[in-house]
């Protein structure tokens, strides 16, 4: 088991250094200077303080040098500084990832559970009308575009109906203090995480359905249909804990993905999340934290994959030996 754990370890970390040299090559790459930019907001054109701002920055090496010491720097749990706020990029990451890892958990959480039971009640009633709801509905929140059903919900809840706020963290102003203010930040939190759940609901309870349907199929469960086991044993005790396999697996891949694909909703819902943090920098070519948020979620999703590969290990006695 340590052994497996290293190797898969080590594996996590290579994929996590060929990130780090994609990202940061592909972004040298873009169009745009972060020195004219940063010199364009001083309201200086001079090509002088331009090529200074470049040497400061580092920005006059070779790219394969600047990549040598920014692998270098990363190492160290350095990842630069940011070239519009002249702060370290690591601090700016984390005063916002609290935001972005409470919104990418509680949409997770609200996808789980409610995409289990979805897809649970539709495998239960399968061929019934409830069925074809639960079905219809997965569907529909599956191929809707994110930022469709994002922006429906403010216009419905925020400005039609008045229930909740379109975007932040806090009421401006207000000056909540204590549970008060907590009850306002989850008050904030509602829309933009069910929006961020939809989608990943929607899959959840097609996948949870057909899995629990191809099991409900097996002889070994015909068998406890055959011995006169209640029906509520056999649906719990057999189908959902033998479909819980694929779940997991999916669990995992979309723990990963929900806090790597913050950076739509935090735009959409204004949310102060480093998903919000890169796209900013990313309009004011400030490589260094863009490079940073990128190291970021990738470090997580890969940490993500790491837990739920010995998660599955241990649900699936069968995968020990592999």
Known sequence: MAQTLIIETLKRVLVLVLVIAGTFLLIRSAPGDPAEFIAGEAASGDPAFIEQLRIQMGLD?????QLALYLKNVAMFDFGMSYREGRPVLDMILERLPNTL??????????????TLAGFTAAVFRGTWIDRVISLG??????????????LAIILFSAKLNWLPAGGTQTIGAGYEGFRATLDF??????????????????YARLVRASMTDVANTLFVKAAHAKGMLPRHIWFRHVLRTSLLPITTMAGVQAGQLVAGTIL????????GIGRLMYDSLIARDYNVVVGVFIMTSLIVILANLVVDLLYRFVDPRTRAA
């Not at 090496?61 to 040098?65: F, I, R, S």
């Not at 409470?102 to 959480?109: H, K, P, S, T």
């Not at 191929?143 to 994002?150: F, G, K, T």
């Open 138 to 151: 997965s569907v529909l929140f599956f191929s809707s575009p994110y930022y469709w059903v994002a922006l």
């Open 102 to 115: 409470i919104l990418a958990g509680a949409a997770f959480v609200m996808a789980l559970v409610l995409g």
């Open 61 to 65: 090496k070779p790219v394969v040098v």
């Open 186 to 203: 989850i008050h904030h939190l509602i829309m933009p995480a069910t929006a961020s759940a939809l989608f990943t609901m929607a899959i």
């Open 265 to 272: 909703t935090e735009t959409v819902f204004a949310w102060p």
